[in-house]
């Protein structure tokens, strides 16, 4: 078998949604398992909704989430230009278009947009969904034709398509499906501005670039029996189908912008790491043997194989995806974590402070980045807090025992120089083992005092060693304050 050549064919529209993610990402693991190539192919034929800037997200994307391509409009394999427009200009689709009309495969149509409107309004009133082009310039005299292209007239070019029987083709995660030939429109190649459409141009492009396989969503299943037309009619190679199933919200409707975590950047933007994301998005409609879930790009481009896809739709879960990223960020290294994690202590602290030992406490505390601020916003300032929180029935305390607690430990505390975490809890430790309690006893009331918090990351001791000594003691006396006034 030849070299395997997947594609990733995005348009420059702007953020990447999570399916075309996932369809760079599976493109770029068939490829890679085989130890084959992962092409860049940018498709910008639909001018309109080109959008500035949308190029270096695409860019900008792919270098982040580690898909790196081997060919594409900035590495020359050979086989470019590798972006549409500029293949256009080249005048590549309109002379494979014409050899189709030659073959008697395409046709061009005069047909102006009241004609068409005309035909739609006839077909819906005889109740049939499918809006199949009537092939009226189809039998248009060789006359007629060169009269109306030496005139000027607008056209466009279609492929003539059967209007009997029916068309098989095969696709690896579907298998073989059938459709009847009279549902097939005769679609269309070249647009009336020159340019070929997205069909077209995706089936040209992809046999002069050797794609061997192609992987896209499942929204174009319906269109691969046209595509396989105009492959036939070339006498070309037909690809190997791989068909993504629908990612869906929890309410499982289509993964749309609203849903507010339906891009890439929407995702970073919100606190997840890029390696948690790709991880995840992998697990969108593939199933890997066994019970593993954490991959690296490695482990996945070793794992990966397209025949374990699923065809049903594929939820999306934020929240396992949240537990995903906080498992990426418990075996993150520290100063990378750091520095992402910096900007959002920042927010929140404003004292002079230990932010690394505040990060360092965290760590293994949250999801995404943003929960840091409220689990730190206690060290910027105490706040309010009933005094009911003192009463823990586990570790046996109430009001009145952690009242006598604070009282007793003060002293120690107040004498106490070196407020290390170690320090400190050996100094309340003795307290502790003289006392006869459990260390609980004594560690709740406290944290109790210095927090005005039910949870906290950290214990009582690192909490005091990141709020100094000054600090300590006073919100201390404010428990004991508190716990008299009652």
């Known amino acids: 078998m030849s070299k395997v050549r997947t594609r990733f064919a995005p348009s420059p529209t702007g953020r990447m949604h999570v399916g075309n993610l996932r369809t760079a990402l599976y493109a770029y693991l068939i490829a890679k398992h085989a130890g084959g190539d992962f092409i860049l192919r940018i498709e910008d034929t639909d001018q309109e909704r080109f959008m500035e800037g949308a ?14 391509h081997d060919e594409g409009p900035d590495k020359d394999g050979g086989v470019g230009p590798y972006v549409q427009s500029e293949r256009n200009e080249t005048g590549v689709y309109l002379k494979y278009a014409k050899q189709l009309i030659e073959q008697g495969d395409a046709y061009y149509c005069f047909c102006d947009k009241e004609r068409l409107e005309s035909l739609r309004s006839k077909v819906s009133e005889t109740g049939t969904e499918i809006v199949v082009y009537d092939k009226h310039c189809l039998h248009l005299s060789k006359e007629e034709v060169e009269a109306n292209l030496a005139a000027g007239k607008p056209y466009v070019i279609r492929i003539n398509m059967p209007t009997e029987g029916t068309t098989t083709f095969h696709d690896e995660i579907y298998g073989d499906i059938t459709v009847p030939n009279e549902e097939l429109d005769d679609m269309i190649l070249i647009k009336s501005d020159g340019y070929p459409t997205y ?34 009619a070339f006498g070309w190679d037909v690809p190997v189908y791989v068909h993504c199933p629908l990612i869906t919200d929890e309410n499982h409707k289509k993964l749309s912008k609203r849903c507010g975590h339906s891009s890439y950047e929407d995702l970073l933007d919100q606190g997840f790491v890029s390696e948690a994301i790709v991880n995840y998005v992998a697990l969108l409609g593939w199933c890997p043997e066994g019970t593993q879930e954490i991959f690296s790009l490695e482990e996945l481009v070793e794992a990966f194989d397209y025949r374990h896809m699923s065809k049903s739709p594929a939820v999306f879960d934020i929240q396992k995806l949240k537990w995903m990223n906080s498992e990426y960020l418990k075996a993150m290294d520290f100063d990378r974590f750091y520095e992402m994690a910096e900007p959002y202590i920042k927010e929140v602290i404003t004292k002079d402070m230990d932010l690394k030992k505040i990060a360092s406490l965290v760590k293994t505390r949250i999801e995404i980045f943003p929960d840091i601020r409220e689990h730190i916003d206690f060290f910027e300032e105490l706040p309010e807090y009933d005094t009911s929180m003192y009463c823990h029935k586990k570790m046996k305390t109430n009001e009145e025992t952690s ?49 005005g918090k039910q949870s906290t990351p950290g214990g009582a ?6 709020l100094g000594k000054e600090e300590s003691l006073a919100r201390i006396r404010k428990g004991i304050e508190k716990l008299e006034e009652r």
């Open 55 to 68: 190029l270096d997200i695409i860019y900008r994307t792919l270098e982040k989430t580690g898909l790196v």
């Open 199 to 232: 069909n077209f141009a995706n089936v040209v492009d992809d046999h002069l670039m050797g794609i061997t396989h192609v992987v896209r969503g499942n929204e174009y299943l319906s269109s691969a029996p046209k595509y396989n037309r105009i492959y036939e």
């Open 403 to 451: 009242l006598e607690v604070l009282r007793e430990t003060l002293p120690l505390l107040e004498s106490q120089e070196d407020y290390s975490n170690d320090a400190l809890y050996n100094t309340l430790k003795s307290y502790v083992d003289e006392k006869g309690v459990k260390i609980g006893y004594v560690m709740w009331p406290l944290r109790t005092a210095v927090s």
């Open 461 to 466: 001791t690192e909490i005091m060693e990141v």
